[in-house]
T-cell receptor
């Protein structure tokens, strides 16, 4: 399967700093989503951006999408210790597809 | 509370044994999914079901089987044919057809004795 790639694989920052993680994918997409996973838990949906959108905000989250480069970035501003988790991007290639392609994830550690 | 319940949280399999992972949802979603997660990797799709009494193979279906007799339930059986079953298994659901958002259970960690 064609998994997306995320970088960095791991990121360690101080509380209050911003965290940026990137996702690259291989196929044309209908939308791209970001999920969060706490250790040993399920994934929680954070935000979705459609292929015709370039930027989207939700609280402290900012997502950008560049379809020409097949890449997206997730910015978490003013990070908190509670943001410590793994973050995954997922892409849906066509409308109504049931096959989402997940990236390999970025492990974020926010130090208090 | 609406959500997806996976059980058990931890499961151990002996060699040659089939084991079944439970997934129940009360979100009234038509679509359900099973994913496998290995350390350092993303999620890989095992099986998905668009509607009751229907399911399709995902990318890594060999050694697994599913059923979808009820809208709320989508159990996954890891058969003895799956030679490397140790992984974290995640069940998810969505509306059908999906518009984007997947809802996940809390996962089952399967290990081999």
């Amino acid at each position: 399967s064609q998994q997306g790639e995320e970088d960095p694989q791991a990121l360690s920052i101080q509380e209050g700093e911003n965290a940026t993680m990137n996702c690259s994918y291989k196929t044309s997409i209908n939308n791209l989503q970001w999920y969060r996973q706490n250790s040993g838990r399920g994934l929680v949906h954070l935000i979705l951006i459609r292929s015709n959108e370039r930027e989207k905000h939700s609280g402290r989250l900012r997502v950008t999408l560049d379809t020409s480069k097949k890449s997206s970035s997730l910015l978490i501003t003013a990070s908190r210790a509670a943001d410590t988790a793994s973050y995954f991007c997922a892409t849906a290639s066509t409308s109504g597809t049931y096959k989402y392609i997940f990236g390999t994830g970025t492990r974020l550690k926010v130090l208090a | 509370d609406g959500g997806i319940t996976q059980s058990p949280k931890y499961l151990f399999r002996k060699e040659g044994q089939n084991v079944t992972l439970s997934c129940e949802q009360n979100l009234n979603h038509d679509a359900m999914y099973w994913y496998r997660q290995d350390p350092g990797q993303g999620l890989r799709l095992i099986y998905y079901s668009q509607i009751v009494n229907d399911f399709q193979k995902g990318d890594i279906a060999e050694g697994y089987s599913v059923s979808r007799e009820k809208k709320e339930s989508f159990p996954l059986t890891v058969t003895s044919a799956q030679k490397n079953p140790t992984a974290f298994y995640l069940c998810a659901s969505s509306i059908s057809p999906p518009t984007g958002k997947l809802f996940f259970g809390s996962g089952t960690q399967l290990s081999v004795l």
